[in-house]
Every structure is written in C-alpha cells, then in structure tokens.
C-alpha cells in the first residue's frame, strides 16, 4: 500500500529517476524512516511463540518481541539512496525499535541499523534497482537482511532459548513475508521508471514526426506560408485548440480557436507573448487574464509560449493555446519545449543554408561578372581601329559589346534566363572575336525554335565557345564549333563540339570536377558550370565532357525543361 501511494506522488517519482541531492536524500531518509516506525507499530506481538497481540504496539513487554516489516523499508531505502539514505533510515527505524521495548530491542535496533548501512553500500556499488535490472536482486538482499537479522537476535537476545524459540517461529514467516513485499515494492518502483520512458518514447516520437513533417516549411524560414502549414500539421499533432506561430513584430499564422481576432498580419494579440519575445523564456498562462488577449470573450483560457531562437537570439514564438486550462499539463508542456528546441534548430540550418547559399551566389556571380581584361582591350582596340576605316562595322560591334556587357549584367542578377539570352551573349562575343580573327574559326548554331525560352544557368554556353576558341584552335588556322540544343524526352541536351586538338588524356578526368593546373588555363570555368547545374538542378543536371586528342571536344549538358517567369525589368 506504501508502495503503491508513493508511486501517485510527483515528488517520489523525480526522486526514483534523478541523482539524489541532500534535499532528496533528506526526503528518502524522512520517508522511510518513517515506513520503518509505522511498521514497528503494526507488527504482531509474540510471546512464548504465541501471538499476544495485534493492534497498535507502543508497548512490548520485556518478554515478547515484534514481528514487522521494518527491514524491508529499511533495505529499499538503503537500495534507492546509498549509504547515507540506509543508515539514515536503519537508526530512525532501529532507535524507535529499540523504544518499544522487549527481550530483541537491542538486537533488532543493530541489525536493522546494519541492514541500512550494508544495503546502501550495496545499492551504490552494484546499482541493484534500475529499469533494467532484475528485481530478484533486490528480493535477494532484503531476504538476507533478514537473515542477518535472525543472526544477530540469536546472538545478543537473551535467554537464550527464548530467542532461538522466537527464531523458529518467526524466521520463515518473516523471510517469506519480507521478500514477497519486497518483490512488490521494487517491481512497483520499475514500473515508475518504465512509466515515464514510455511517456519520454512516446513524446520524443511524436515531437520528431511533428519536426519531420514542419522541416520543409520551417527550412523556407518565418514566412506567412511555411507558418500556416506548420501551424496546421502542429494543431493536429497535439491536443492544443490553437496554434500560433508569430516573428518578432507580428502573428505569421494562426490555426484553431480564437481564429477570428487572432489572424495573421496582425500585430501581437497577447502581452505574452511580446514578453517572450523580450526575454526569450517560456511563459505558461492559465487563464485568460495571464494571456491578457485585448478581446474580452476571446475563448483562450492557457496558453504555453515558446521562444524561436537563432543563434541565442529569438527571432519568433510559438504559442499552443487551450480552451481549458486543464488540458496544458504536463506532457504538453514538455512537448512544446521539446518542438520549441527543434522548430529552432531548423531555423538555424534553414539560416544556414540561406547564408550559405548567398556566398554561393555571391561566388558564381562574381565570376559571372567578371570580363576577361584582354577580352575588353583587344575588343576596344579593334573598335578604334574601325572607327576610321569602317564607321559602320565600329558600330555595329559597339552595340555587340553592349549586348555583351549587359549578358554579363543578366548572368550576375538572375539564377536562370532563357537559352535565346544566352545564345545572344555567345553571339556578341563572337562578333567581337571574329573582328580580330577574320575567317579563323566557324560557329553553328542548331536550336530547336521550341527551346529558346527554356530557363538555363546563365554563363554555360559562352565560357565553353570561348575555350574553344582559345584553347582548341590556338595551333590551327581553321576551325568550327558547333552548338545544339534539342529535346531528348522531357529533357534538354545542350551541347558544344569542336574539332579541335583535344584535351589529353591525364587532364579528362579532373577538368570540370576541380581546378586543374595546366599551360593553358584551369579548368575553373568547366568547374563552375559543372557545380552550378548540380547545385541548382541536382539529380536533374549532369555535365559531361568527352574528347580524344586531336579530334576535337564535346562538352553535353542534360538540364530539365523549365520555362518559368523571367523579366528584365531589374537590369
């Protein structure tokens, strides 16, 4: 019965699971020092082998002893808190025996003061009850705390022939009874301990299945979108009446009751939750007047809010409202700790990722952005040559180098652009090319007309015409360079072949998966192009460079159909 009435209390019950400070041992001693007292008065008084009495023993006559369970509180004690618990508990119970009076008072107060100090000893250094240990332990020590007991009655109780009578009566009895309660009492004590790693499995499972399906939304960060989804997949998760997830400034979604004063866009509705956010604590609230919403009969009646934080700093809040105080107990509180822990660990990685991806950008278009200088001065120099000779044909590739500089320009501001935009910047670059080397190389284009408004990286065809040109022709006076685009299926492959020298073959390997050293160049551009369509399409994209030495290079990209909104109206 003390078992199961300890088991119901919240304070036991941390006790049983946590390490024990000099508070709980304090409370462990007080606890079954005093299961040890209430059972030195229930024992049965007996006399001569016989049984004198069975009410309340707060007087035993010099001949009679007690037969209790008082070793038994004294070894769970000893067992659960160590040493310091088990003595403590042994001279509460040992000392108040020895009050009661009785031929084995004396014995009785020693072996139970024994029994504490040995089952603590034993307790510390085999961890005897555990939630995976076998309570068998446990039944063995206090069974041979009772036999101790009966040692010790049989060597200091006199008579002696009373005391070895009173042993063969009680002695079976005792151990039988000692053992079986404590078998109960350990097995209860586990089952707390089951108890609450069921309750822990069960939340840490809902927790992460809330987290698993709220990862897509909350790695798009705190937007009115990703919010509202999140909300709902929390509202249906948890036995809250209202999800509301807030920023620093204003409500981003809202999903339940309360929905018709509490709505996204709005400032905040409750001064909780600008305190949380100040703070950035969980606050709990069981009334409508802790919430303090600005309606009167708004139905919330407890609130739990919790911060968002990214990198220490809360950047929002998470609030899960109830329309009786009675439900926001303790798992909930828990859980919303526990999600409030997560929710902010995919803010960070989604933070993460967001400034990672900027510095990727910030990479690409810096090298999108860049003109080779030589490029610029040989084009300005045959411009001036021209300018004299042929008006007509200086301005024409005035224009092309305008058309040039602003590919460059849509190349640095926009992720993808359409083919046709990027074939005109190929173009305009050889128009400036082939003034210089009239007659040196010949392009091809063969576009299928359906392709030209499908969205590519910018900055893919340009770089490998011009490697062509400066790499594969520089020991020829002639070549061609072919470009082709077609659709194979619901995919677009893009290529660029010319008959060039070849790239050799110690080379082919590593051009395109890293920087490579060489006489004429790095491969870096190959690289860039190559990790711009695996960052952007992933498993969609593939990049593949074929040549044999002195047949020619052909470079194939295989990138996905897509054709979504493009404007010029930012460059």
């Known amino acids: 019965m003390v078992a199961f009435l300890l088991s119901r209390l919240k304070s036991f019950r941390q006790i049983v699971h946590q390490e024990h400070n000099q508070k709980e041992k304090m409370l462990l001693i007080l606890i079954f020092g005093a299961f040890g007292i209430i059972s030195n008065y229930t024992g049965i008084e007996i006399n001569n082998g016989a049984i004198v009495s069975q009410t309340w ?14 070793i038994m509180g004294v070894a769970i004690g000893g067992l659960l808190g160590g040493p310091i618990v088990g003595l403590g508990v042994g001279l509460i119970a040992g000392l108040h025996r020895l009050t009661l009076g009785g031929f084995t008072a004396e014995a009785c ?16 250094r085999f961890g005897i009850i555990g939630r995976n240990r076998s309570p068998w332990g446990a039944v063995a020590v ?90 709902k997949i929390i509202l249906q998760a948890t036995k809250a009446d209202a999800i509301s997830i807030t920023d620093k400034k204003q409500v981003l979604a ?81 859980l919303a700790e526990g999600l409030s822990k997560l929710f902010s660990t995919q803010l960070e990685l989604a933070e993460a990722e967001r400034q990672q ?55 640095a501001r926009h992720l993808l652009i359409p083919l046709e935009k990027e074939i005109e910047h190929v173009e305009a670059y050889l128009s ?9 190389y010949e392009v091809e284009f063969d576009i299928e007309p359906q392709l030209n408004h499908v969205l590519i990286p910018p900055f893919t ?70 990790k711009r369509i695996q960052e952007i399409y992933g498993m969609e994209g593939s990049f593949m460079i074929q040549s044999e030495q002195d047949s020619g290079t052909k470079v194939t990209m295989t990138l996905p159909l897509t054709q979504n909104k493009w404007s010029e109206n930012d460059v």
């Open 57 to 70: 023993q707060a007087d035993v006559d010099y001949d009679a002893a007690i037969a209790n369970t008082r």
């Open 109 to 124: 107060a020693i072996s139970t003061i024994l029994a504490g100090l040995i089952t603590g000893l034993l307790g510390r």
């Open 142 to 231: 206090g069974i041979l705390m009772e036999i101790i007991q009966m040692g010790v009655i049989l060597l200091t109780a006199r008579p002696f022939e009373a005391a070895s009578h009173l042993v063969e009566v009680i002695a079976i009895p005792m151990i039988t009874i000692n053992g079986l309660g404590t078998l109960i009492f350990i097995m209860i004590i586990q089952s707390i301990l089951m108890e609450e790693e069921r309750t822990r499995a069960l939340q840490t499972h809902n927790a992460l299945q809330i987290a698993q399906q709220t990862l897509p939304f909350f790695r798009q960060g705190l937007n009115f979108h990703s919010c509202g989804e999140a909300a």
């Open 254 to 334: 809202h999903a339940g009751a309360a929905s018709d004063h509490h709505q996204p866009g709005q400032n905040m509705a409750t001064l909780l939750t600008k305190k949380v956010i100040e703070n950035g604590k969980i606050l709990i609230a069981r009334s409508t007047e802790e919430i303090q919403c600005y309606r009167e009969n708004c139905p919330l009646q407890a609130a739990i809010v919790v911060p968002l934080q990214v990198r220490d700093e809360t950047v929002g809040s998470l609030k899960l409202y109830f329309e009786d105080a009675e439900k926001l107990d303790q798992v909930e509180q828990e």
């Open 357 to 411: 991806k900027l510095l990727k950008d910030a990479e690409v278009k810096a090298l999108q952005a860049q003109v080779h200088p030589h490029f610029l001065f040989n084009a300005i120099n045959t411009i001036s040559s021209l300018v004299r000779t042929d008006a007509q044909k200086a301005r024409k590739l005035l224009i092309q180098l305008g058309v040039f500089f602003r590919s460059n320009l849509q190349g």
């Open 432 to 440: 400036l090319e082939q003034a210089r080397f009239p007659g040196k």
């Open 461 to 530: 065809l340009q770089p490998l015409v011009e490697n062509a040109i400066r790499h594969a022709f520089s020991n020829r006076k002639q070549g061609n360079v072919k470009v082709t685009a077609y659709m194979n299926r619901d995919k677009m492959m893009l290529t660029t072949e010319d008959n060039g020298k070849g790239i050799p073959a110690d080379l082919i390997q590593s051009l395109g998966k890293e920087s490579v050293r060489s006489e004429e160049g790095t491969g870096t551009a190959l690289w860039n192009i190559r």
